[in-house]
């Protein structure tokens, strides 16, 4: 049984790494441009493309180099590959606000209400999701300076 959720678990991966290499296409770019602008290795790109696991702040960093790329196509393989930036108007209220204004807003009585008011949800938490990792990332990115500059320290001692 844990072999096979193994096993879907880097299908999943796999394909992301295929999502991610369409999008590279797309762009006209490598995989190794990404990897230049992430500030990873080429060599821990193509590990995602196997479906092996790689450190979540990488796809911080990826969704935060690439703000065109859809993030749910990317993870899930559901929608367009490209958000539409640019054409969605002004940037969305702060989490919060949204989630008071749903919060204050009945789901409505059809399917296609309650559906709607389901997907507004699901974005928020991916929105939030993103946040919180976003926050993650800077912090880990400062723990390394600091680890760093306080190894530099000890070391001229």
């Known amino acids: 049984m844990a072999s096979d ?28 441009q990404v990897a230049d602008r992430c500030g990873t290795s080429p060599q821990v790109l193509n590990n995602l493309s196997a479906g092996m696991n790689v450190a979540g702040k990488l796809f911080v960093r ?3 180099a690439y703000p065109e790329l859809n993030l749910t196509w990317w993870l899930q393989g559901v929608g367009e590959m490209l958000n539409m930036l640019g054409e969605s ?10 989630a008071d204004t749903l919060s ?23 929105d939030a999701l993103m946040e919180r990792l976003h926050l993650v990332a800077l912090y880990a990115d400062f723990q390394d300076r600091l680890i760093d500059r306080l190894t530099d320290l000890h070391r001229h001692d």
């Open 62 to 64: 990826i969704a935060s």
């Open 89 to 98: 108007g002004p940037p969305p209220p702060p989490l919060q606000t949204r």
């Open 5 to 32: 959720h193994t096993a879907r678990d880097r299908a999943k991966v796999a394909a992301m790494g295929r999502r991610l290499t369409q999008f590279c296409d797309h762009r006209g770019i490598t995989l190794a």
């Open 104 to 126: 204050a807003t009945p789901p409505g009585k059809t399917a296609k209400a309650r559906e709607r008011y389901a997907r507004d949800w699901a974005a928020l938490f991916e």
